[in-house]
C-alpha cells in the first residue's frame, strides 16, 4: 500500500518562504521518480517539479529560481522548498509518484500566499 502524506502548508505573506514535507511509505522514493503538483481553486492541477532517482529536477517556468525540489531517501520523505512566494502561488499542493501505470497522491497541503 503506497501511501503519501504532504505536510509544512500553511499562510505566507509575499515573498515569503515555505517548506512543503512528502512522507513516503517503504522505499518507493530511491527507485522512483516523484513530483510535486498543485491546484488552484478553479484551475486544473499542474505539475511544478520532478525529481529522478538519480536527482535530475525540472519546474514548472513560473517557479524556476524560487522552488527546489529534494529527496532524502533515508528518511522516505520529498521536500519543495518555496521561496520568494506570490500570490498567484497560492494553491494546494499535492505529490505524486506513478508506480505501475497508477499514480498515487497524498491528500495535500494548503499553501496560501497573501497580505
Known amino acids: 500500500q503506497v501511501q503519501l502524506v504532504e505536510s509544512g502548508g500553511g499562510l505566507v505573506q509575499p515573498g515569503g518562504s515555505l517548506r512543503l514535507s512528502c512522507a513516503a511509505s517503504g522505499s518507493i522514493l530511491s527507485d522512483n521518480s516523484m513530483a510535486w503538483f498543485r491546484q488552484a481553486p478553479g484551475k486544473q492541477r499542474e505539475l511544478v517539479a520532478t525529481i529522478t532517482p538519480t536527482g535530475r529536477t525540472n519546474y514548472l517556468l513560473s517557479v524556476q529560481g524560487r522552488f527546489t525540489i529534494s529527496r532524502d531517501n533515508a528518511k522516505n520523505t520529498m521536500y519543495l522548498q518555496m521561496n520568494s512566494l506570490r500570490p498567484e502561488d497560492t494553491a494546494v499542493y499535492y505529490c505524486?509518484?506513478?508506480?505501475?501505470?497508477?499514480?498515487?497522491w497524498g491528500q495535500g497541503t494548503q499553501v496560501t500566499v497573501s497580505s
Open positions: 505524486n509518484v506513478v508506480l505501475n501505470a497508477r499514480a498515487y
